[in-house]
């Protein structure tokens, strides 16, 4: 099982990323999938997550009406958008796969599986 994440980096206040997380090893489609960030010094926060299904999104407060969340279920991806950053959002950011059918949610913890995390830097 891999879930690999791409597409970090350091980017101005204002800037955009677009973060993607490719999953293998297991059935992408049956699961939820989120985005969880952790800074240093700070607790993990739950970012974004979206239903295996794709119909439903969910968004912490922090984030919301500036990040989208959208997975292709065909190339067994995810994909976290991120415009109008501000350097509240530097952090490493990691992307999590629900158990199979369970929930979505902005929860830190029960999670099925973890990638490696990619880092995002919003500085001037």
């Known amino acids: 099982v891999q879930l690999v994440e791409s597409g970090g980096g350091l980017v101005q206040p204002g800037g955009s990323l677009r973060l993607s997380c490719a999953a293998s090893?297991?059935?992408?489609?049956?699961?939820?999938m989120s985005w969880v960030r952790q800074a240093p010094g700070k607790e993990r926060e739950g970012v974004s997550c979206?239903?295996?299904?794709?119909?439903?999104?969910y968004y912490a407060d922090s984030v919301k009406g500036r990040f989208t969340i959208s997975r292709d279920n065909a190339k067994n991806t995810v994909y976290l958008q991120m415009n109008s950053l501000e350097p509240e959002d530097t952090a490493m950011y990691y992307c999590?796969?629900?158990?199979?059918?369970?929930?979505?949610?902005?929860?830190?913890?029960?999670?099925?599986?973890w990638g490696q995390g990619t880092q995002v830097t919003v500085s001037s």
């Open positions: 999590a796969a629900r158990p199979p059918f369970y929930s979505c949610g902005l929860q830190t913890s029960d999670y099925k599986y």
């Open positions: 090893g297991f059935t992408f489609s049956s699961n939820a």
């Open positions: 979206i239903s295996w299904s794709g119909k439903n999104t």
